[in-house]
């Protein structure tokens, strides 16, 4: 593979490219049974009622980070400390939405009428627990995972936050968690899907084959024409709503991509809504790697933007996967 050298440029240039028409199918790789055991395993794994909200950079300053987890109002903040505190979303004085209420030396100050709360019970208002990983923000809510709670959420083996970079995207679609997995673990649908990322895609390991539980996959990224970046990309789902991508071969060993789903609540019409809150992880060991490092703030938007792209199809396609379990019209339902 290329780019293993800190002195070799990391792209490779295809040859012998295919059409995309002409690629090699993979439904018949790609089997339901297959795909729905994965998903089964991953759906018995404890999480310990932890559910990600958020960016850890999106939480501090003079405004809280409000989400709504399982229609559940949820709000986020920092102490003085720089502490992240966390509790439901609704001022147990009259109601008010504190999520648009201002943050004042470590203490939300309700906007309606003045009502402060520095982390503690106060009036009836209890904290929920709360983790910061250094890349994202976890809220337990032990009345809404209904599991035995756990000290702390399944968080993956990722690069030191500090020595990588990172970038969160967030966006979110109609459908269920179990939708949002799925998707990430049928890795045969990238290069057919995703023709504009992803080419030469096979997958060399799955838990059927291999005798565990995980997928790896040979695929290169695109750059420019007949540019590409090749790597070994392996799958696994070490939790009921995570999934996560290490690079284990090809430039930037030891990268992570953790695909996230929070359930939201039902939408105007009854309908799930799930948000998926993915992390990118870059590391390498390349001595130029700091220079993106330096360079994050303008490339964190870019990545994103990769992201979005990539999750503008496949929310497409695990809401196309929610309609059709929940009209009975699924194939094997």
């Known amino acids: 593979m290329a780019g293993r050298g800190r002195g070799r440029l990391p792209l490779s ?4 490219a295919v059409a995309w028409e002409r690629q090699r199918p993979t439904w018949r790789d790609a089997k339901p049974a297959l795909i729905a055991g994965a998903l089964k395993r991953a759906q018995a794994r404890p999480s310990g009622n932890w559910y990600v909200v958020g960016a850890s950079r999106d939480v501090g300053g003079d405004r809280p980070l409000g989400r709504t987890v399982a229609g559940r109002e949820v709000v986020v ?3 003085t400390g ?18 648009d209420s201002p943050v004042r030396c470590g203490t939300l100050v309700c906007h309606w009428h003045g009502l402060s709360l520095n982390g503690g019970p106060f009036a009836g208002w209890k904290p929920f627990p709360a983790y910061d990983d250094g890349v994202l923000v976890w809220v337990r809510l032990d009345a809404v995972g209904g599991e ?3 000290d702390a959420p399944v968080v993956p083996r990722r690069p030191v936050p500090a020595r990588a970079l990172t970038a969160v995207y967030a966006g979110a679609g109609v459908c269920e968690p179990e939708d949002v997995v799925a998707n990430r673990l049928d890795p045969w649908h990238g290069a057919w899907f995703h023709p504009y990322s992803f080419v030469d895609l096979t997958v060399a390991d799955t838990p059927e084959s291999a005798g565990g539980d995980s997928f790896a996959v040979d695929v290169s990224f695109k750059v420019a024409g007949r540019l590409v970046v090749p790597v070994r990309a392996v799958f696994t789902a070490p939790e009921p709503r995570t999934v996560v991508m290490h690079i284990t071969e090809g430039e930037g060993v030891g990268s992570v991509v953790e695909t996230h789903a929070t359930p939201l609540g039902p939408d105007a019409s009854g309908r799930p809504r799930t948000a998926v ?9 390349r001595r130029g790697f700091a220079l993106a490092r330096a360079a994050a ?10 992201s979005g792209r990539l999750w503008r199809d496949d929310l497409a396609y695990a809401e196309r996967r929610w309609e059709l379990r929940s009209t009975g019209r699924f194939p094997g339902a």
């Open 13 to 16: 240039l295809r040859r012998n």
């Open 77 to 79: 903040w920092r102490d």
């Open 82 to 99: 720089g502490r992240v505190v966390a509790g439901p979303g609704v001022c147990p004085h009259l109601g008010a939405p504190l999520r």
């Open 148 to 150: 035995e709670p756990l």
């Open 277 to 285: 809150i993915e992390a990118v992880v870059a590391a390498s060991d």
């Open 297 to 306: 703030p303008l490339l964190r938007p870019l990545v994103r933007a990769a």
